[in-house]
């Protein structure tokens, strides 16, 4: 599968080696391409899920803020729920089209 913004792909995994929760793709962090994610100040916890890292998405003169997230270090009762560790994985919002 792959994140695609603005044509460019920005992260590539097998759909076995990436993980959905609640209508998400989360992408390993090792599938991302290097530089496209800034980390963002924005403050986030997930009530079951835990502190959430917010990343500005930069490809070309597109800079969209706050439209990935990951979960550096997710409770683990979230860890047994997804049935995966999902530590890092990256999730992309609507702007990054995510496809086979």
Known sequence: MKAVLDGTVIAEADRQD???IEGNW???PQSVREGVLVDSPTPYTCPWKGACQYYTVSVGDTSLPDRAWAYPEPYPTAIE???KDFSGYVAFWKEVEVVD
Do not use: D, T
Request: net charge positive; no cysteine.
């Open 18 to 20: 990436l993980v959905s």
């Open 26 to 28: 989360y992408f390993p």
């Open 81 to 83: 729920r997804v049935g």
